[in-house]
């Protein structure tokens, strides 16, 4: 405790040197726009419980029954997770690397990863809500095969 005292006291002593409050400081790390998905503590508590609870609610989105309201339920909840769980990362991809390039480009960049987050929820909630299974039967679907209709066998010959 007494460490982390003596990091703050400059902090505080070099905004006290250039007549900026504290506050003034507080608000600098605070976030000024929505679209600042990585700004604050609340964005890095809620990234970091996502990432938890994706780990544990994806296995189990497997074992819930394919056709039913939970299944549906579940699964658009798991999209939401992933959804805003990338949002939130890419926004730090942003804030790392973007200001390297252009500081111009941080706005549209940031445009961007909501535009993404707000495609991917749509998309993975069309596909948690369809009638062939939700998710679950999306990727049950990469592994089994697709029996083959006499039809088909017919035309192959």
């Known amino acids: ?6 990091k703050i006291r400059p902090l505080l002593a070099t905004s006290r040197q250039s007549g ?13 726009s929505p679209l600042h998905g990585d700004e604050g503590n609340l964005a890095t508590h809620m990234h970091h419980h996502m990432t ?10 497997l074992f819930v029954p394919d056709n039913g309201i939970l299944s549906k339920v579940w699964g658009l909840g798991v999209a939401g997770y992933i959804s805003g769980h990338s949002w939130i990362g890419l926004n730090y991809v942003v804030t790392d690397y973007v200001p390297k390039v252009s ?10 990863c909501a535009g993404l987050g707000l495609v991917t929820f749509v998309g993975l909630g069309k596909v948690a ?4 299974g939700g998710i679950q039967g999306a990727i049950k679907g990469l592994w089994i095969k697709k029996e083959q209709t006499t039809e088909n066998q017919d035309d192959s010959k």
């Open 103 to 112: 500081k111009a480009m941080v706005g549209p960049a940031r445009i961007v």
């Open 129 to 132: 809500l369809n009638d062939h």
């Open 1 to 6: 405790m007494w460490l982390q005292c003596q």
């Open 20 to 32: 900026t409050s504290s506050a003034l400081v507080y608000r600098r790390f605070k976030s000024s």
């Open 52 to 61: 938890t609870a994706l780990a544990l609610a994806t296995p189990l989105l």
